[in-house]
């Protein structure tokens, strides 16, 4: 699309015929990120819709007594730039901000910044190179020192210091010097022109940690800090207690910086048990106000429903549920070390026995008898627009498997179980325990049974599965298995943080205490190429492609299996107002808004 299309576009939406969100969308389909088409909109000076508010709003800070979350997967740490798993980001949601987060139209929301930057406002270079953030001011941590320039810097060199082993460092490294203009403003220098400037500081890795809480466990030292058990933040909530692994109590914060809230005195943000157990608190009985990852078969969701004490959410996401493939060995030691990049898989990088497996998911029994409405099948790893690739396709067959597997000599034995040159086609099979995974394990297993793979399945607890805990070895990023039923979610409106996960220097291992985000152990000249290029490309269609070349190559490679586009599920009690989901914030993104009826 021309400048002319552009400016038509413009003019539909001043005069109210095209919403913004429309705008954003038909230029997304061209090529533009989200944030990019809401920037024009704001440049032309078109104002942005503020989140609609759901009934009076509260006159007075507090005053709402306590709200009760239940997550199936209780956290285990606090820090959120430590944290691996949706469940230790959202409790650190409570205490911590990041400068600011992505609503559900990928517009950028200032949260502890002033305002948005922008090339209009002076904010941002207009050849992507630098850019300047103006903070709040009046802002205070929890323990009543002033939030200021110097935290954001720190915030910087904290997370990407590799000492820190930090599950955010992705998102600052491309920063080359973080300047402090005077207390409130802070630019940041990007070493090559940066497309998509708000990954530092926004949303899941955007939380802003104090300096001098910090600063003594940077680096080495990281995983050491009290702190990262007893947050100090500047959010609305200010910790009470927490019990890693079952509970976290928060009071409200009485200088929050955000006039006449939040509206609740307490939260408990309870963890442990399982979706359906945690649907039914919240639906049935009541017990909950709100409950989280209520993925579950679809027809036990509407059951619940019924219940009469509260309503489903499903927010539509990006989000993938796919089969990872291990490309090292997880049962040679090397070093003290599974699962070493110094090992290959000994039949998973075998094109015939990668290529089999893929023929041996079956997305629409899955889709269809389990997900429902919750999910949409899919061959791509990358599925948001327009990024996804034209190229891939799914097939469910069996017997297309087998002969791929007889005609490269893995030959079945007596029992069934195909071998080749001493190597017996037998996988260790792992996922999170819980039942709509486990069922997803078990359609997977019967279809390798008739292809001669034997399939032994392991589930593993949430608050284990998904730890940062580097001494624990079921955890999802040591991936001690062949292969293994993930989730991958989308925190940017931009691909480039997502696509991280299949980065050579990424890869999850001792050196980086298990925190890279290549759990696979992916390694790809082409791709590494493809991802750094991405990195500065300023041409949105030139950019587009790289991200669908690097969708095809691990797909094609079977590195990884995409299943579904699984969709966010979550239920609300029916006197909850103001919730509101964002694919890229998160469901707690805007908890400080939330009010109860009476």
Known sequence: MDEYGIRALIGEVTRGRLSRRQFVETLVGFGLTAPMAAQILTHAGVAQAQPKATGPAPTRR???????????????????????????????????????????????????????????????????????????????????????????????????DQASATTSAGSYLGIERAEKVDDHTVKLTFKRPTPFWADAFCNAAGFVLPRHVFEPYRGGKSREAPANLRPVGTGPYRYVDFKPGDIVTAEINPNYHVPNRPFFDRVEFKGGGDPVSAARAVLQTGEYDYGWGLNMEDEILRRLEDGGKGRVVIGRTTNIDYLQLNQADPWRDVDGERASIKTTHPFLTDPAVHSALALLVDRAAIQGELMGRQGETTGNFLNRRP?????????????????????????????????????????????????????????????????????ELKAVVGSVFFSSDPGNVDTESHFYADMQLSTKILRQPDPQAFMRAFCSWEVAQKANKWAGVNVSRFKNDEYDRLWRAAETEMDPVKRAAMFIRMNDLVVQNVVVIPIVIRHAVFATGNAIRGFDFSPFSGPLWRIVYWTKEA
């Open 387 to 455: 990024f996804a690739s034209p190229n891939t396709k799914w097939e469910f067959n069996p017997d297309k498997a087998n002969a791929v597997l007889d005609a490269a000599g893995w030959k079945r034995g007596a029992d069934g179980i195909r071998a080749k040159d001493g190597k017996r086609l037998k996988v260790l099979f792992q996922t999170v325990s819980v039942p709509i995974r486990q069922k997803m394990q078990q359609i997977v297993k019967q279809a390798c049974g008739k292809a001669g793979i034997e399939c």
């Open 62 to 160: 507090g005053g709402g007594g306590a709200i009760k979350l239940l997550y199936w997967a209780a956290p285990t740490i606090l820090n959120p730039h430590l944290a691996v798993a949706p469940k230790d980001l959202e409790a650190s949601q409570l205490f911590y901000e990041p400068l600011a987060d992505t609503d559900t139209e990928g517009n950028i929301v200032p949260v502890l910044a002033q305002e948005t930057p922008s090339v209009a406002n002076g904010g941002v270079g207009r050849d992507g190179t630098w850019v300047q953030w103006r903070l709040k001011r009046g802002v205070t941590w929890h323990d009543g020192r002033p939030f200021t320039a110097d935290d954001v810097i720190f915030t910087w060199q904290y997370a990407s």
